[in-house]
């Protein structure tokens, strides 16, 4: 079954012709928005911007609003992101009444409130090597074949320190995301990169989904999307290659610690555990002067609900835009 869906639902970027999507999109009357969460990327997050609106908000746009959702940067992200011309909201400042956390998760959970794109494109801030197709290729399954509700992107992914060795840049995905999936929801072994940054979605769906504030939002998302859909709802493309700054080993096991809770939670493993937990103590070691030193460090594990349940959700409100939503793109 996983062999047939990877034939069926797997493509490469250059299937996705741009004026045809285009096309596509003033066909079924709907908006495209394309979001990058983003927490002290000062250095990158400014030519992503602007690649994106010099290739796809021009003339004929496929992309109608492109937001970047600054996550208490402590450098100038979202000066550099505003002057390049991206529409640029501090999550913190998004909805302050629900509270105020951190994550990924929570900068692309709060992006619900300020778009109004019937399909929503999240883009990695931290590219240094990829190209504006990662957003032709993410919508094309969208805008051309009404049963694909998540694409996924996948990509040659190679460490800085091992340029030769495409896949060497995903290790929790090796490591942990690929072993937890064959353990639990085998089917989704043909997905190549789960834990991908670079992903496209139906807002309807993210509408309804219970969205983990940290690191775990990617594998959360691929499996509520499978066990709500099935395996068809899901389509993957290949974008080429990707190329992006990496984490410390220390950072990759708060990550993956994350990746762990959000499959405690959907496997139903030590139920009480996983995202229920607000935080949880993960403890690392250190060398300092010679000496190996404990270092404790508190990990979110909590999630956001769905934004349907949340009182006074409507896309674009705080933004004080207009619901453009006029039917299911």
Known sequence: MTDD???????????????A????????????????????????????????????????PLVDELVVIDSDSSDATARVAADAGAVVHAA?????????????????????????????????????AWETHFVTGLLGPLLLDDGVDLVKAY???????????????GRVTELVARPL????????????????GEWAIRRDLFEELAVPCGYGV?????????????????????LGLRGHSHQSLRDLGVMALQQLAVVE??????????????????????SVSGRTVPVDREVQLSARPPVVDVPGYRPGAVADLPDAREARC
């Not at 709907?30 to 997050?45: F, G, I, K, M």
């Not at 990509?155 to 840049?169: H, K, Q, S, V, W």
């Not at 594998?219 to 999307?225: N, R």
């Not at 939670?265 to 250190?286: K, S």
């Open 21 to 60: 999507l285009i096309d596509a999109k003033a066909a079924r009357g709907c908006r495209v928005s394309v979001v990058v969460p983003a927490r002290d990327e000062a250095a990158t997050v400014g030519e992503v911007v602007t690649r994106l609106r010099a290739d796809l908000m021009g003339a004929r």
């Open 92 to 128: 913190s400042g998004i909805r302050p009444d629900l509270g105020v956390r951190t994550g990924k998760g929570e900068a692309m959970w709060k992006s619900l409130f300020v778009t109004t794109g019937d399909l929503l494109v999240f883009m990695d801030a931290d590219l240094t």
């Open 5 to 19: 869906w990877f034939r069926r639902r797997s493509s490469d970027w250059t299937r996705w012709d741009l004026a």
């Open 265 to 286: 939670e959907r496997a139903g493993v030590e139920p009480g555990a996983g995202v229920r937990r607000e935080t949880l103590t993960l403890r690392q070691y250190e």
């Open 181 to 196: 999936l064959s353990l639990h929801w085998p089917e989704l072994a043909g997905v190549v990169q789960p834990l991908a």
């Open 155 to 169: 990509y040659d992914r190679p460490l800085a320190t091992a340029p030769d060795a495409p896949l060497e840049g």
């Open 218 to 238: 990617e594998l959360a998302v691929l499996v509520d999307t499978y066990l709500a859909g099935g395996l068809d709802a899901i389509a993957q493309v290949d």
